[in-house]
């Protein structure tokens, strides 16, 4: 390869990633909600060791906060952690976060799908622990270009219960 095509596919390679990066933005989000219990998503044939499910059907609250990137102000990836609380049961969480605005304008909906990890302190020593997984979608208004305003319900699968979430939330 000659130096004038070398000079000119590191152009248009520098050109594109700065295009690129110029649409990617750190964001910060945190959001709390009700966490309302529907019910057990497995059945158990109790044994001498059983100390009852895992949630007793108990409707719990929940707060997180996640950092991750948005893509052209329409995508959002990040990592996050939260707390949750089922009357006296505390514990955490740990997951990914994905959230899709599929138009650009003030209000928008959003779909919202967390994958990861929880752990509560119930009735079993040292707690239990299981993965999580929430699909949502919901309503989001952007206040100015960096801050937005948002709520969403949908499902939440974890501790081997099913629950709906509500929650509301704020990026920036």
Same mark, same amino acid.
């Given at each position: 390869?000659?130096?004038?095509?070398?000079?000119?596919?590191?152009?248009?390679?520098?050109?594109?990633?700065?295009?690129?990066?110029?649409?990617?933005?750190?964001?910060?989000?945190?959001?709390?909600?009700?966490?309302?219990?529907?019910?057990?998503?497995?059945?158990?044939?109790?044994?001498?060791?059983?100390?009852?499910?895992?949630?007793?059907? *108990?409707? !719990? +609250?929940?707060? @997180?906060?996640?950092?991750?990137?948005?893509?052209?102000?329409?995508?959002?990836? =990040?990592?996050? #952690?939260?707390?949750?609380?089922?009357?006296?049961?505390?514990?955490?969480?740990?997951?990914?976060?994905?959230?899709?605005?599929?138009?650009?304008?003030?209000?928008?909906?959003?779909?919202?799908?967390?994958?990861?990890?929880?752990?509560?302190?119930?009735?079993?020593?040292?707690?239990?622990?299981?993965?999580?997984? *929430?699909? !949502? +979608?919901?309503? @989001?208004?952007?206040?100015?270009?960096?801050?937005?305003?948002?709520?969403?319900? =949908?499902?939440? #699968?974890?501790?081997?219960?099913?629950?709906?979430?509500?929650?509301?939330?704020?990026?920036?």
């Amino acid at each position: 390869m000659n130096r004038k095509g070398l000079i000119t596919i590191i152009s248009i390679a520098i050109f594109v990633a700065n295009q690129g990066y110029s649409q990617i933005n750190y964001s910060i989000k945190a959001e709390t909600g009700f966490l309302n219990y529907q019910f057990n998503t497995v059945q158990v044939d109790p044994g001498p060791s059983w100390k009852g499910y895992n949630l007793d059907e *108990e409707n !719990g +609250i929940d707060f @997180n906060i996640i950092n991750g990137f948005e893509f052209k102000n329409k995508l959002f990836t =990040g990592i996050g #952690i939260g707390y949750i609380n089922f009357k006296g049961v505390s514990g955490f969480s740990i997951f990914s976060d994905f959230e899709y605005l599929p138009l650009k304008s003030r209000l928008t909906p959003l779909i919202n799908l967390k994958i990861g990890y929880s752990h509560i302190w119930n009735q079993y020593e040292n707690g239990t622990g299981t993965g999580l997984g *929430e699909f !949502g +979608i919901g309503l @989001n208004y952007r206040l100015t270009e960096k801050l937005n305003i948002y709520t969403k319900s =949908g499902f939440t #699968i974890t501790q081997q219960s099913s629950l709906i979430p509500i929650s509301l939330g704020i990026r920036f």
